[in-house]
């Protein structure tokens, strides 16, 4: 959960090879493969801080592509991802593709995905659950990139929202 290179396996967790090899076995006996995956956040030794940041405040550069200055809600971690940047579109869309043509798995459980918002709630932990459309279009956009890439993909989020808009997910996010 301290994310700073998406695409790259964490070397603790052995070769990419051993990785292929675990999911291709997995497949072999009927079991699918979900990557728990955090696109919420980054800490700061990824190139998305690095490359846009603000040495005087100590936190991301007003002008970087990818990330808030000053995160969005109270409980985030590390460095609070713009999901409503186009450059972090893109980004997300490279990342969960990678994974699904590379290491053919089968689907994703996004971390906080409640925190996929631009809404900024800080300061009001309750507000932060209520209903939220632009978090709503930018979690269908996600799933529906990745159902592009594998159609059968399974997007699972770890939401807690009001209920209003965990229905809207359960119409739309196949479970």
Do not use: C
């Not at 005087?56 to 002008?63: L, M, V």
Request: charged share 20%; aromatic share 14%.
């Amino acid at each position: 959960y301290n994310p700073s290179f998406h695409m790259a396996l964490d070397k603790y967790y052995g070769p990419k090879q051993d990785l292929k090899a675990f999911i291709d076995k997995a497949h072999s006996i009927g079991m699918a493969v979900i990557l728990d995956i955090v696109l919420n956040h980054v800490m700061g030794s990824s190139p998305f801080a690095r490359l846009y940041w603000d040495a005087a405040n100590n936190r991301p550069a007003a002008n970087n592509p990818w990330l808030n200055p000053i995160p969005k809600h109270d409980y985030n971690v590390g460095n609070d991802i713009n999901h409503e940047s186009p450059a972090t579109q893109s980004y997300v869309d490279r990342v969960t593709s990678f994974s699904l043509s590379q290491y053919k798995v089968d689907g994703f459980r996004f971390d906080l995905s409640k925190g996929f918002t631009q809404n900024n709630t800080l300061g009001d932990v309750a507000a932060w659950g209520h209903y939220d459309q632009s978090r709503i279009n930018l979690l269908e956009r996600m799933a529906t990139k990745i159902w592009q890439v594998t159609p059968d993909a399974y997007v699972i989020l770890e939401h807690f929202a009001d209920n209003d808009e965990e229905t809207v997910f359960q119409d739309y996010i196949r479970i």
